[in-house]
């Protein structure tokens, strides 16, 4: 006999084996899920290519535009022929201990004056007496002497120490600075003993025959320029060199030993040659780089060699050609997108490409 509870238990028994089957129905009817795919990702364009040897840098106008990269042509045209000379700042300690030398000395000779002056009196004046009426004993009269001798040896002594500072001011530094020790009115001399300005010695090489020129233009090993003037021939030369020096004084802007080139004006003819505006060198690896436009949106970096400085310039005659566009503006930033890693990117977007 069946029972109201054993009804229902057939009837959810009977759901559940519907429900297993329509399960079962999809699984087998429905093809099996295919797998899609990764899409793949095309890699980032290079800006940075190597063609026949040269590094390209690729950068569309729009970028140049934000980052402000700009280039300007040059062109060739004749220049004066220039050589090269070496140098260096010299120490002026030795021409302040020259001058210290020299006041003291004068000070020392002021005081034997003033002494040989006074015992120079007092011996006329027991002479005089011994001489009239024996009023002063030979041996007061031979003490004066004495005295007065003394002073007139302390003073010589002190003449001969002048003239001593004075020598080797001369086997120093040469005439002109020499003669301005002790000078009421030496303003050369104070501004370099106060290092408002330097002092360079510069040797012009052997077998160049050249006088040495009024005005010069000299350069330092951090690429700094100044004008530097003529004072003397130097009397002393550096043993490292060979050649005629002289010494030039130039607005203190460098320490004491350093080395200096000097870029002396020939008395040839003009030469044709580029000028690479200053703006346009970049200093890379301890060498002088310009970035040349090649193309609206392709630069290269070309070495600046054989360089000589000119007019906020340097001068070549290799390397580059007339109407090549130098870039002024940006370089920096085209050698910082040259030295940048390479960017790489996965071949799909897919998180299981990371698996």
């Given amino acids: 006999m069946n029972t109201p509870f054993s009804s229902k238990t057939s009837r959810i028994a009977l759901a559940m084996l519907a429900a297993v089957g329509f399960v079962a129905l999809g699984f087998f009817s429905y093809p099996a899920l295919q797998v899609v795919p990764a899409t793949p990702v095309a890699p980032p364009p290079q800006r940075v290519t190597t063609e026949g ?9 729009t970028t140049q535009t934000i980052s402000g990269i700009q280039s300007e042509a040059i062109t060739a045209s004749k220049h004066p022929v220039e050589h090269l000379a070496y140098g260096s700042v010299l120490d002026v300690q030795g021409l302040n201990d020259l001058s210290t030398r020299y006041y003291l000395a004068q000070a020392d000779s002021a005081a034997a004056q003033s002494a040989a002056s006074a015992t120079g009196q007092e011996y006329e004046r027991n002479l005089a007496l011994f001489k009239a009426n024996q009023s002063v004993s030979l041996k007061v009269l031979q003490a004066s002497q004495a005295a007065w001798m003394t002073d ?3 003073l010589q002594a002190a003449a001969a120490n002048i003239q001593s500072v004075r020598n080797s001011a001369l086997q120093q530094f040469g005439a002109p600075l020499a003669g301005m020790i002790g000078a009421q009115d030496a ?7 106060s290092r408002e300005e330097m002092l360079l010695r510069i040797v012009l090489p052997l077998g160049v025959d050249l006088a040495a020129p009024e005005q010069i233009a000299v350069e330092s090993s951090e690429h700094r320029q100044e004008q530097a003037h003529l ?4 009397p002393q030369v550096d043993t490292s060199t060979e050649g ?7 607005a203190a802007t460098l320490p004491v030993g350093s ?5 002396l004006a020939l008395p040839a003819p003009a030469s044709t040659s580029l000028l690479i505006p200053e703006a346009a060198i970049l200093w890379f690896g301890g060498q002088p780089w310009a970035y040349v436009q090649i193309a609206k949106d392709r630069f290269t970096r070309r070495p600046v060699a054989d360089q000589t400085p000119y007019n906020d310039g340097y001068l070549v005659s290799t390397g580059f050609d007339s ?3 130098v870039v002024v503006h940006g370089a920096q930033l085209l050698l910082s997108e040259e030295q940048r890693p390479p960017i790489t990117a996965s071949a799909c977007k897919d998180p299981e490409c990371d698996d």
């Fill in 323 to 325: 109407g090549d566009r």
């Fill in 187 to 193: 303003p050369l001399l104070h501004r370099l003993l």
């Fill in 152 to 154: 007139k040896t302390k």
């Fill in 259 to 263: 080395k200096v080139a000097a870029y």
């Fill in 53 to 61: 040897g040269l590094t390209i840098v690729t950068l569309d106008e």
């Fill in 244 to 250: 005629r020096a002289y010494l030039y004084r130039a």
């Fill in 231 to 234: 004072i003397s021939a130097s």
